[in-house]
C-alpha cells in the first residue's frame, strides 16, 4: 500500500480543475486506504463552504499554506 503524502487536517488546494476557483481551500478529513499498489493514495476533503466531502487522488492535490 501507497504511503500518504498528507495527514487529516492538513489545508490543501485542488491542482486540477472541478469547476471552483483556485483560492477555494480544503481540509483532509480522511485518508482513504489504496486498493492497489499502482494507484496513489486517496482522500476525502471537504471545503470550509461546503456540507459535502469530496473522493480526490493525491495528484490532484498540493499543500496550502
Given at each position: ?8 487536517g ?5 491542482t ?30 471537504k471545503?470550509?463552504?461546503e456540507?459535502?466531502?469530496?473522493m480526490v ?5 498540493s499543500l496550502?499554506?
Amino acid at each position: 500500500m501507497a504511503k500518504h503524502q498528507f495527514a487529516v487536517g492538513d489545508p490543501v488546494r485542488l491542482t486540477i480543475s472541478h469547476g471552483l476557483g483556485a483560492t477555494t481551500q480544503f481540509r483532509i478529513v480522511r485518508l482513504v486506504p489504496g486498493d492497489r499498489e499502482d494507484l496513489p493514495p486517496a482522500y476525502r476533503i471537504k471545503a470550509l463552504t461546503e456540507n459535502h466531502e469530496r473522493m480526490v487522488k493525491e495528484d490532484e492535490i498540493s499543500l496550502s499554506v
